[in-house]
């Protein structure tokens, strides 16, 4: 989930409990998680950014983009769609 307060982006269990963070984000939005390859994705800023679950390893595999929003992994293809709002 996205601490917008906090700016930090976090995973606890479904009850809430075990709250750990993953990594900061001033502006996140779109998370996605690829549980087969733990990894976490995200946009903030108009960059795609990629880390392990345990907020190890952060990639920016996009940037530049405009209003980038609606975020979709397809996991067997290995791909990620987003749509742009503004252009």
């Known amino acids: ?20 963070y993953v990594a900061d984000a001033d502006l996140a939005s779109s998370i996605a998680v690829d549980g087969g390859s733990e990894h976490i994705y995200w946009f903030n800023r108009g960059a795609l950014y990629r880390a392990d679950l345990n907020g190890g390893d952060i990639q920016t595999l996009a940037s530049n983009l405009s209003s980038p929003g609606h975020l979709t992994l397809d996991i067997d293809n290995r791909s990620a769609y987003w749509s742009e709002t503004y252009k």
Not at 4 to 17: A, E, L, M
């Open 1 to 20: 989930f996205y601490d917008r307060q906090n700016q930090k982006i976090s995973r606890s269990n479904f009850d809430g409990s075990e709250n750990e």
